[in-house]
């Protein structure tokens, strides 16, 4: 089977053609097959923006976010310096002033 059909997001060996895309009917995720990043250099993590982040990188949060433990959210605008990137659903550890050690999701947060 041809690497451009596997679904970068699943996985799913089931992918097919939709127009000049690619589309999986498992996760429903679309993509261009000219476009497949290589994943054997790792983690690949991107901002709201699309830029690909780095550890050590500094974001800026680009909503408020409200804390369980805080009355206060983070609000948008809060600068994160020297973030570390982890697996999984919350893929930023960082701290941030006044709240400590926090996980944060990507989609949350640009380059800054």
Request: hydrophobic share 35%; with cysteine.
């Amino acid at each position: 089977m041809s690497e451009e059909m596997i679904c970068p997001n699943c996985q799913s060996p089931y992918g097919y053609p939709n127009g000049a895309l690619m589309m999986c009917p498992e996760c429903g995720h679309e993509w261009n097959p000219d476009e497949i990043e290589e994943t054997a250099e790792g983690l690949v993590v991107k901002d709201a923006n699309g830029n690909i982040l780095q550890d050590g990188d500094t974001v800026v949060v680009i909503k408020n976010l409200a804390v369980k433990s805080s009355p206060q959210p983070i609000k948008a605008g809060t600068k994160v310096k020297n973030i570390r990137l982890t697996d999984g659903d919350h893929n930023i550890n960082c701290k941030i002033d006044g709240f400590g050690a926090m996980a944060l999701k990507s989609e949350f947060v640009k380059k800054g």
